[in-house]
T-cell receptor, first 111, second 116 residues
Framework: LAKTTQPISMDSYEGQEVNITCSHNNIATNDYITWYQQFPSQGPRFIIQ???TKVTNEVASLFIPADRKSSTLSLPRVSLSDTAVYYCLVTRFSGTYKYIFGTGTRLKVLA | EAGVTQFPSHSVIEKGQTVTLRCDPISGHDNLYWYRRVMGKEIKFLLHFVKESKQDESGMPNNRFLAERTGGTYSTLKVQPAELEDSGVYFCASSQDYRASGSPLHFGNGTRLTVT
């Protein structure tokens, strides 16, 4: 599975839009891009998933360029409660359906 | 619907003892995964069940770890005998139909295992 690379940490202020970019240069045709959010003492929580172009839900947007070698998670107008670790995963829905976590991005939202 | 539940939430045992972790997936979810995070490291895949069958156990660290999923419902992960390096947080996750793309993982809150 493709290895993902994302910034270790980011700081933002309440009300700002936050964009977290993940690179996955070796992504394969069968692979999807999935983002999870994790708060302390909790398990990761699914945020959004996409294959190409743009996906939007009530929480976030996911932008994937045509070459799919990177993706950007966009969180609109963050609040203090969005402080968490955000993981970008490349997931393959064939064979063993393996989901591999990277190091994640620790987002800190400041007042 | 009830989420993925894990029991216990915390466990403290001595080196050499046995511990059994339990995971109840979301009802109807065929796929069940075990992951763990040891201190300061990434969340690592341990194994994947499809119903009662082990689909992929390539992440199991050694033969001191035994996972079962009898009847394709709940799963247990036994560590016997426990070693200091087994300390960490063990997460269980489940997902729906393995044939359908876009089935996200639903995680439990984990079991924090401390081996002293």
């Amino acid at each position: 599975l493709a290895k993902t690379t994302q910034p270790i940490s980011m700081d933002s202020y309440e009300g700002q839009e936050v964009n977290i970019t993940c690179s996955h240069n070796n992504i394969a045709t069968n692979d999807y891009i999935t983002w999870y959010q994790q708060f302390p003492s909790q398990g990761p929580r699914f945020i959004i998933q996409g294959y190409k172009t743009k996906v939007t839900n009530e929480v976030a947007s996911l932008f994937i360029p045509a070459d799919r070698k990177s993706s950007t998670l966009s969180l609109p107008r963050v609040s203090l409660s969005d402080t968490a670790v955000y993981y970008c995963l490349v997931t393959r829905f064939s064979g063993t359906y393996k989901y591999i976590f990277g190091t994640g991005t620790r987002l800190k939202v400041l007042a | 619907e009830a989420g993925v539940t894990q029991f216990p939430s915390h466990s403290v045992i001595e080196k050499g003892q046995t511990v059994t972790l339990r995971c109840d997936p979301i009802s109807g979810h065929d796929n069940l995964y075990w992951y763990r995070r040891v201190m300061g490291k990434e969340i690592k895949f341990l194994l994947h069940f499809v119903k009662e069958s082990k689909q992929d156990e390539s992440g199991m660290p050694n033969n001191r770890f035994l996972a079962e999923r009898t009847g394709g419902t709940y799963s247990t992960l036994k560590v016997q005998p426990a070693e200091l390096e087994d300390s960490g947080v063990y997460f269980c996750a489940s997902s729906q139909d393995y044939r359908a793309s876009g089935s996200p993982l639903h995680f439990g809150n984990g079991t924090r295992l401390t081996v002293t």
